[in-house]
């Protein structure tokens, strides 16, 4: 099971910005598409942005989130991230990232991935 490790959260006012870091140790994270999740408190996991392995071309984003997310990978540092700006109040959720395969129209975790511990965000004033 691949499981990634998620870093980067923290309490930011509305109008804020973060950047959470998804990074592995003994996997090459260029090879995997890989995926942005959150769950906030009484609601189900959401995919919130996926990118394809290094060789691929999908990228997507919630509705919720796009023109305000990026998500991008520095292969130098084996490392996906994502760059949240503009935050609000309902972004507030543990963020998690895993491998992901490309499902219409986001992704889901694969198989061989596992979830991580996940890190909090929370938006608040």
């Known amino acids: 099971q691949l499981q990634l490790v998620e870093s980067g959260g923290g309490l930011v006012q509305p109008g804020g910005s973060l950047r959470l870091s998804c990074a592995a140790s003994?996997?090459?994270?260029?090879?995997?598409?890989i995926g942005w999740f959150r769950q906030a408190p009484g609601k189900e996991r959401e995919a919130v942005s996926c990118i394809s392995s290094r060789f691929g071309v999908f990228l997507k984003y919630a509705e919720s989130v796009k023109g305000r997310f990026t998500i991008s990978r520095d292969s130098a540092k084996n490392t996906v991230y994502l760059q949240m700006n503009s935050l609000k109040p309902e972004d507030t959720a543990v963020y998690y990232c895993?491998?992901?395969?490309?499902?219409?129209?986001?992704?889901?975790?694969?198989?061989?991935?596992?979830w991580g511990q996940g890190t909090q965000v929370t938006v608040s004033s």
């Open positions: 003994g996997y090459n994270l260029d090879y995997y598409a």
């Open positions: 895993a491998p992901v395969l490309h499902r219409q129209p986001m992704c889901v975790i694969a198989d061989f991935g596992s």
